[in-house]
């Protein structure tokens, strides 16, 4: 981060972003829910296997979010994804996005924006990315024990 810091955020605010996404859809997990002793409560489980994927980013220290949610999860999508962080990036700022190495992250063919600088997660340490316990809490609040509309998920990024 020192290195950011003098070089392409020289003499801007630097703000700290964390990025990851998560596959959402129609295959979704049943929770525990509340229910008087002695019943049983149904729980609705679709059984169809659209999916989509959620690219979120937040940004703590600055009460920042920026999300996206595409069809697929590859470069092309990362791609839209910087580009809708960079907008969130004060005009004054520098934004380091720490996310984890997948290979749409490290992907030579990623076009990164000249307000962000990607800053790596070690390998398999998704407990240093606060943005997974974000879809933890989705999953079990907002995704689980329902069946969707339609066949396309939608959500909607509050």
């Keep these: 981060m020192a290195e950011v810091a003098v070089g392409p955020a020289k003499g801007k605010v630097i703000e700290i972003w964390f990025q990851d996404e998560a596959r959402i859809g129609q295959k979704n997990k049943i929770t525990r829910r509340w229910a008087r002793r002695g019943s049983r409560p149904s729980a609705p489980h679709d059984q169809r296997t659209r999916s989509a994927y959620i690219f979120g980013a937040i940004c703590p220290k600055h009460g920042k979010a920026a999300a996206l949610v595409m069809p697929w999860c590859d470069t092309h999508a990362m791609n839209q994804h910087l580009i809708e962080i960079s907008r969130n990036v ?29 800053l790596p997660l070690p390998p398999k340490s998704p407990e240093l990315n606060p943005v997974e316990n974000l879809w933890h809490f989705m999953r079990d609040n907002w995704l689980s024990n329902r069946v969707f509309k339609s066949s396309y998920v939608r959500c909607q990024v509050v």
């Design 90 to 118: 004060a005009d004054n700022g520098h934004a380091i996005l720490i996310m984890d190495q997948a290979g749409w992250h490290m992907s030579n063919n990623l076009a990164v924006p000249e307000n962000i600088t990607i």
